[in-house]
């Protein structure tokens, strides 16, 4: 019963998950040509998003991801970044399910319509300036990066 | 009722637009190798989808594009379904903008918490919304799918961004 951004970002998820099911594993680190990144980078880099966006922006809960994360699935970092310790497909996909319940438990019910301490403006656009927002934000954020993890899918089953 | 949480689209808008007109037109209609659409079809269907879901499923009113891009950009289609009337790269952009100042509108209007008159559920077993809310943060996630999927055709493509 979506009545909030965060319960339609949980149920397009699902969505996503399903996908998710039938990506080979043989193609997760393969970068397409032509492209940056690779799949697992793309679903690492999703996580790492939410949480931060709906998490610490909002102030409504602690990041709850292995330390290092942003260094291999931040903004500007890509697979080349990737070392020994960086999570593999079967983790990462674990690492969406357990922060789906992190953003339920953390984030259902509270009050989004709180303005955040400033108002999140990373490119001179205003892309949040209450918790909701933060939350939209992200779900929109999460379905760009899943349009692209279904085309390199395309691409590498091809 | 103004609720802020609606408005992520507007937002996503913003940024999707400048991208577009990084594009070079001349890529719109190649279709990159093993895919079944291009960039024209994507655009249209971002903007049939948007409307069909705010201004038909949320408003329950009527898209306001004509019918006719329900046959050229509704899912199934493809650009095999184009033909001498389908909007070209350049018309579709400004459509893109004309149908975000009638979201804009709708948006400012609707009540989150309202129910829809029948859930959205496009498929037995995938239920994905109830209430407009739910159609609208949908709508925005759908938005971002097919801007994901354009930023990488753009690269397939050859082109930078």
Known sequence: MPTCPLDSLLTTRQLVAHSLEAVPEAIVDTIPPGCKNNLRWLLGHVIGSTERLCLALTGLGEVGLAEGWAGWFGIGTSPADFTADTPDWAALRAELLASSARLETAVAGQDLSIALPEPWAPRGITFASTRGEAVAFALWHEGLHFGQMMTYGNLLKA | ?161
């Open chain 2, 1 to 161: 009722m103004v609720d802020r949480d609606l408005q992520g689209l507007l937002v996503a808008r913003r940024v999707l637009a400048p991208a577009l007109d990084a594009i070079d037109p001349a890529l719109a209609n190649r279709t990159p190798a093993g895919f079944r659409n291009n960039l024209r079809w994507q655009l249209g269907h971002l903007i049939t989808v948007a409307e069909t879901l705010l201004l038909g499923v949320a408003a329950g009113r009527r898209p306001a594009v004509p019918e006719a891009y329900r046959g050229w950009f509704a899912n199934d289609t493809s650009p095999a379904d184009f033909d001498a009337g389908t909007p070209d790269w350049p018309a579709l952009r400004h459509e893109l903008d004309a149908s975000t100042e009638r979201l804009a509108e709708v948006l400012r209007e609707l009540d989150p918490a309202a129910d829809l008159a029948q859930p959205l559920a496009p498929r037995p077993g995938l239920l994905l919304a109830t209430t407009v809310a739910g159609v609208v943060g949908y709508a925005l996630w759908h938005e971002g799918h097919h801007g994901g999927r354009m930023a990488c055709y753009h690269r397939l493509l050859g082109g930078n961004g």
